[in-house]
């Protein structure tokens, strides 16, 4: 069976990009970046970018690319000694994605079609209180208050979940390639009017100068340093498999390098961008209330459901518009990376199991929707997501990031995909890729792991440990079932691009 692939390079990098860019971009790097240091932020965060994010986004691309596979698929044939031992870690990522973070991430995609249908008249938003509107869908309650959610709400994931469906059912080319085609360019469209309107409203200086004022004193927190590395491997889509099965479907000669330097920048340039728009309507809220800006400004969450509709609801004209497509810009980033999500579980099981697309995606999508609807739960919803999000972004993401260094870079070697690059891309990568990969990366890495450890248990309640730990723990034992079964799709481990020469070595290596 011939793999699918995309229709085209630009198709690919629109799909890496949407993938990367996500309500991770807007409600989390704006905040995240005022709170830890503003302008200074930068530092931290371009030197995990440089030290962690491009070079593992290479490796990924490079391994993807070199053995054709789903991570599963690709860390099978990753050898120690004789026998293959690796295809454990794939799973746990591609689990992970779906069942760790792809659950809740329809929920916020739901609470955005909510906001966003509530904007076309079915509600007055100039008369809501926004902490209503949002408190009346989530409830209130600790980790045990189960109540029936939001009727609406519930119809909003489902309508998520059915456009998760549609896309990835219908494959690489006619359903990922063409969603990306049409969110992402309409993405930008829309940011571009709302940054204009914004810079134009009272007080949007002072919002921007909050975002953006350094404060170098900051950069002595390690705190902050960990924020840096984990928003680099949320936001660059990593360590779960799906930049590995994205470029899985590139065509033979493809510009590897090259283009995970261009994902990254368009990635990271967007969100800085979007800060400058998020802090614009913060700084015209804190004018409106005739309050400084820190008393106004809120996270996640909050900023992007309640503090943001505040703002709009006290706009002049056209609020409406306004506030239509802050919730449309949040819908196409979320769902351009849902697919992404939902891809990479549904490519790896479609590889080893040798399931048809359409079935697994149904499949998938089914057990998705289930679990999902324990985050839509008034009271006690919001209190597992939170605790869930935290647990893939303080340990899931950075631990199996340094296992998918140690094992590609040591195990698989480094050296070889280097050679592959080079081959493939028509120019070299330098010796400091391997040295990134094989040492320095893993190493940060480990530091920040351990800190983030120590700090969560140092800070947290207990239940909210155990949740995060208990859910991370219940997908490592999925994907230990996953990677036990036989593997019945034996044609797809025998993929891959490789070329003539790439065995032999070259001069400069
Ligand atoms: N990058 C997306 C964001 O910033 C979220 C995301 C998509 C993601 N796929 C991922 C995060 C894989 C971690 C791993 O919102």
């Given amino acids: 069976m011939e793999r699918e692939s995309w229709k085209s390079r630009t198709g690919f990098l629109l799909a890496a990009v949407g993938s990367a860019i996500g309500l991770g971009n807007i409600w989390r790097f704006p905040y995240m970046a005022y709170k830890n240091g503003g302008g200074a932020f930068l530092i931290p965060y371009i030197v995990a970018l440089f030290v962690c994010g491009i070079p ?19 860390f099978e044939r990753v050898k120690s000694g004789k026998k293959s031992t690796f295809q454990m870690l794939g799973w746990v990522g591609v689990t992970l994605a779906m069942f760790g973070i ?35 869908l989530i409830g209130s309650g600790g980790f045990f208050d189960f109540n029936a959610p939001e009727v609406w709400l519930l119809l ?39 940054m204009i309107r914004s810079f134009m409203l009272p007080g949007a200086m002072k919002g921007i100068k909050a975002y953006l004022i350094p ?19 949320f936001t660059l889509s990593l360590s779960f498999g799906i930049m590995i099965v994205y470029a899985s479907y590139l065509p033979r000669r493809s510009k590897i390098k090259r283009s995970a330097l261009q994902t990254a920048l368009i990635n990271c340039g967007f969100s800085f961008i979007v800060g400058f728009f998020v802090f614009a309507v913060i700084g015209y809220l804190a004018f409106v209330n005739g309050k400084p800006v820190d008393k106004v400004v809120t996270k996640s969450v909050g900023l992007a459901f309640v503090t943001f509709p505040t703002a709009i609801q006290k706009m002049g004209g056209l609020k409406n518009v306004f506030w239509i497509l802050f919730f449309l810009c949040l819908l196409f980033a979320g769902l351009s990376s849902s697919l992404s999500l939902l891809e990479a579980f549904v490519s790896s099981v479609k590889d080893k199991f040798g399931s048809s697309r359409e079935k697994t995606t149904i499949i998938t999508v089914s057990v998705g929707f289930i679990l999902s609807i324990l985050f839509a739960l008034k009271g006690a919803g919001i209190n597992w997501l939170d605790a869930v999000d935290h647990a893939m972004n303080n340990y899931g993401l950075v631990l199996t990031g340094i296992l998918n260094c140690v094992v590609l870079g040591w195990a698989y070697k480094a050296k070889v995909l280097r050679r592959h690059i080079t081959v493939s891309d028509g120019i070299g990568i330098g010796k400091w890729w391997v040295v990134m990969v094989k ?26 440990v155990l949740v995060g730990w208990g859910w991370f723990l219940v997908m490592i034992l999925a994907a230990f079932l996953l990677s036990r079964s036989k593997w019945k799709n034996t044609a797809a481990l025998k993929l891959g691009h490789s070329f003539e020469d790439e065995d032999n070595p070259l001069p400069y290596s």
């Fill in 439 to 464: 040492y320095v990366t893993p190493s940060v890495l480990t530091v920040i792991f351990v800190w983030g450890l120590i700090f969560t248990f140092m800070k947290k309640s207990l239940t909210y």
């Fill in 156 to 194: 909003a994931i489902i309508v998520v979940w059915i456009l998760n469906l549609f896309f990835v059912f219908k494959g690489v080319e006619k359903g990922l390639e063409r969603a990306n085609k049409i969110f992402m360019p309409l993405l930008a469209v829309i940011v571009v009017i709302l």
């Fill in 102 to 136: 792809q659950v809740f991430y329809c929920v916020v995609i739901g609470w955005c079609v909510y906001y966003l249908v509530a904007g076309f008249g079915f509600v007055d938003i100039s008369k809501i209180s926004s902490g209503k509107f949002f408190g009346n």
């Fill in 215 to 233: 404060k170098f004193d900051k950069l002595t927190d390690i705190n902050v340093w960990k924020s840096a590395f984990s928003q680099i491997f």
């Fill in 56 to 74: 593992i986004l290479i490796l990924e691309f490079a391994i993807g690319h070199k053995l054709r596979g789903s991570a599963p698929s690709v």
